[in-house]
């Protein structure tokens, strides 16, 4: 490969909490004991040193010695809508349809409040991601779940008729929808969003769509943009984007959304700008541009085939050493969302115990509770190789044995 997926960084003391809040307590595993390094599997961040040109976007922004207010320049939306025309096929997209967000959560929680007020139903699947559920509740929302349920081949699906009856229960006219899926890593299928979309449509919904795993797609898979399944869609839909997980920039924040319907995109702005912090970071500006260019399109197509044979190692190996646990294979993301009910129950164990048995010899996974899975870990395997068969070799001598 061009580039390198195989190196094991050193993050400590770098600004990490996948590795320096290990062992702080609130919600981070403990620190592992003696004899054993911590292997980072909680976090969904990545473990790979990012492509090169982005560094040097930054720096060259940064040898000029001035950072004063800005305007994002042309080149930033000329970016972004390349990117979505050559990765998914977009048409259509213009610079006006495109507006910056701190984060994705801070874009739903904009998107909401703009059509919906404190004590309204909002409509999630479920498992749901954390972010979600602190974000949608901390600011008055009142989440409904119409939990996905999986088919005869272990997939993942949506159930069409309890999202129906939800929405209609429960007075809902906004909806949150993840696209992949996190925590559960479907890539939905296009037919699946279109069924979807008729459902949201029928009970007059705003559709905020969190896109921010769609460049992280297993090999075999492709990424259907919700707004581009019907017109009604494309004017329907709120949707959030970001470098972030893709190039792991986090820690620089900087994401935007697409909206093409002019009513929903004035409503969101209002609500976003209002607050009078949600402003772009002229160096996150020049990180997306570097990731936009060439090498992010080749080096995206590379992290893909790392993460599809990160996650056929570990699917194999929960198959063949693992009994009891079981496990949906992902089609998207790095993350796996492991269903450890029968193993517990086969062996007396709770998942407490089974989640400290873990942390205990470096494997650094999450309790997968707070995502509305009863039994579940969540584990990330955006890692060299290497490091996620150490982490599994661990598990089977130590904690699955």
């Not at 009604?232 to 984007?241: G, P, V």
């Amino acid at each position: 490969m061009k580039y390198d997926f195989t190196s094991i960084i050193d993050r400590h003391g770098m600004d990490a909490i996948a590795i320096d809040d290990l062992g702080t307590g609130n919600t981070a595993p403990d620190a592992p004991k003696d004899g054993f390094d911590a292997i980072p599997m909680w976090v969904a961040d990545m473990n790979f040193p990012t492509v090169p040109t982005i560094q040097e976007a930054m720096i060259e922004r940064a040898k000029h010695p001035t950072f004063g207010y800005f305007s994002p320049r042309k080149e930033y939306f000329d970016s972004i809508i390349q990117w979505h025309e050559r990765r998914n096929g977009v048409t259509g997209l213009t610079e006006e349809c495109i507006g910056y967000e701190n984060g994705v959560l801070g874009g739903v929680i904009s998107a909401l409040t703009a059509f919906a007020a404190p004590g309204d139903g909002v409509l999630l699947h479920s498992p749901t991601y954390i972010g979600f559920t602190g974000s949608i509740t901390n600011n008055g929302f009142k989440i409904v779940h119409s939990p996905l349920k999986k088919d005869e081949q272990g997939i993942w699906r949506m159930d069409f008729e309890d999202m129906d009856r939800k929405l209609k229960a429960n007075k809902i006219h906004a909806a949150v929808f993840c696209s992949p899926h996190n925590p559960c890593g479907r890539v939905w299928e296009r037919w699946e969003i279109e069924k979807a979309m008729e459902v949201y449509k029928a009970n007059d919904c705003v559709v905020i769509s969190d896109e921010i795993w769609s460049d992280i797609i297993l090999e075999g898979y492709h990424h259907i943009p919700t707004q581009s399944v019907s017109e009604d869609a494309r004017n329907r839909t709120i949707a959030m984007y970001a470098p972030s997980k893709t190039f792991n920039l986090a820690g620089l924040v900087g994401s935007y959304h697409i909206i093409y319907n002019q009513y929903l995109r004035d409503r969101v702005r209002a609500k976003a700008e209002k607050c009078h912090y949600n402003s772009m970071n002229v160096l996150s500006m020049y990180a997306l541009i570097g990731a936009y260019k060439q090498e992010g399109y080749e080096w995206v197509d590379e992290l893909r085939q790392v993460i599809t044979g990160n996650v056929d190692f570990a699917c194999s190996y929960i198959a063949q050493h693992f009994e009891g646990v079981r496990v949906s294979r992902p089609q998207g993301t790095y993350m796996l969302f492991l269903d450890c009910t029968c193993w517990c129950e086969k062996n007396g164990k709770t998942l407490d115990e089974l989640l400290k048995a873990g942390w205990d010899v470096g494997v650094a996974w999450q309790d997968g509770r707070p995502f509305h899975g009863s039994c579940a870990i969540r584990m990330n395997l955006a890692l060299p190789l290497a490091r996620v068969k150490e982490a599994f070799e661990r598990l089977d001598k130590y904690v699955f044995h």
